[in-house]
């Protein structure tokens, strides 16, 4: 407080010798009961009156800051006095604070006549500035009479004096109470909502086929039919450039973004994954609004390998062989061809290719069969291209 700090000290059966502005004062022993003494001494004083010597320092106890009107006492020595009433100590107190200290104020009693009468208090006085020790409260009106208010107790002046009651900060505390209200109901509304709705775990996102070179770039995606959020955006973004509808892919990297909205009750939350195509998506989750999110896929634009040629049915006896041959724009990754049977991969040697990337691949059947085949490899970035399906039937 204004510049001055305290500093903790510890005594132990009575204190050192103080040496004031008076002189040098040898103190009494502690009271019985209080032989430990923990205590503070003080830094910072403007006037020093008072300071004790430990350890070769001296440590100010006694003081004045900012004027001399404002007096700091340190180690405890009103309460040392109150207890063990050490006569060199009260002395000191006396002529710091001027006031002797076995003098009690003046009191003077008055006679007052105080009644009730419904919201109104009476109070009659034959002088002025009588303390009434009436509590003071903040409903009492002093506008039309001679009360005020010192100390926290009702003051009153000679003659009769008239105290209104009435409610304070009535417009206050109306709005604070329909305020409450009015967020403790959003509150449960929010907490019902919360209850109620369901966190999507699992997000699907289809129709994405990843970015092939000259391809025309396509901004629709699609959800499975049962799902409880829908696609808001789809935007393609190369180095910083937003992709426009009519543009083609270039080589180099693609971000890919989605943005989603939650249905009905339902909402997104921090453990939500998405899965664009067979890629995990980074998700951006927002927790203040749960009901959207945003994905994003990095790809690489590959140069696409396509089926120029594909096989059609082949028709043939048991015992016998039957070839189908295809033709490519590009030779697929070495060991990567594979035919794909019914519903399962069937798979088979290198294929070897032949002129103007032509590849065949012989069936055997030694009784009656129809199976339906297709052909697939896999693209420059993994990705896998699938054929026509055809048939093959021996007979």
């Known amino acids: 407080f204004l510049g001055v700090t305290a500093s903790w000290i510890r005594f132990k059966n009575g204190y050192p010798d103080l040496y004031t502005t008076e002189g040098r004062i040898n103190p009494e022993y502690f009271a019985p009961g209080y032989s430990d003494w923990s205590t503070v001494y003080l830094n910072g004083l403007t006037n020093v009156w008072g300071h004790i010597e430990e350890q070769g320092e001296e440590l100010s106890f006694l003081g004045s800051a900012y004027n001399d009107n404002i007096i700091f006492i340190g180690l405890g020595l009103s309460y040392h006095y109150s207890l063990t009433a050490d006569q060199a100590v009260g002395r000191l107190l006396e002529k710091t604070l001027a006031f002797p ?11 007052l006549a105080i009644s ?24 009492f009106d002093f506008s039309t009479s001679n009360a ?12 009769e004096t008239v105290v209104r009651m009435h409610y304070p900060y009535l417009p206050e505390g109306l709005f604070t109470t329909l ?33 092939a070179t000259g391809e025309r770039i396509s901004f629709t995606a699609r959800v499975p039919e049962d799902a409880a959020y829908s696609i808001a955006d789809v935007i393609w973004e190369k180095e910083g450039h937003r992709a426009r509808p009519g543009e083609s892919f270039a080589e180099g990297s693609y971000l890919l973004r989605v ?17 664009v195509g067979l890629k995990d998506a980074e998700v951006f989750y927002n927790r203040d609004e749960n009901k959207q999110l945003r994905a994003e896929v990095l790809y690489e634009a590959f140069i696409p390998l396509r089926f120029v040629a594909q096989p059609e049915d082949l028709r043939g006896k048991c015992g016998n062989t039957v070839e189908a041959k295809w033709r490519m724009n590009r030779p697929p990754r070495a060991g990567c061809l594979q035919v794909f049977r019914q519903d399962d991969w069937q798979t088979t040697e290198v294929f070897k290719e032949q002129n103007n990337m032509e590849f065949s691949h012989l069936f ?9 085949y297709r052909i697939a490899y896999l693209n420059d970035t993994g990705e896998m291209i699938v054929s026509d399906a055809f048939y093959v039937v021996f007979t």
């Open 179 to 211: 305020a409450a209200a009015f967020f403790t109901l959003v509150f449960f509304i929010a907490l019902y909502y919360l209850r109620n709705s369901k966190v999507l775990t699992r997000i699907e996102i289809l129709g994405i086929t990843p970015p």
């Open 116 to 139: 009730y009468e419904g919201e109104v208090i009476r109070i009659r006085s034959g002088e002025n500035d009588v303390n009434t020790t009436l509590s003071w409260h903040d409903m």
């Open 259 to 275: 943005k989603l909205k939650a249905l009905g009750r339902n909402r997104f939350g921090s453990e939500t994954k998405v899965l």
């Open 148 to 159: 005020y208010e010192k100390n926290h107790l009702l003051y009153v002046g000679g003659g």
């Open 364 to 372: 055997r059947s030694a009784k009656p069969m129809k199976e339906r």
């Open 101 to 111: 200290a076995g003098k009690l104020p003046e009191r003077k009693l008055i006679p």
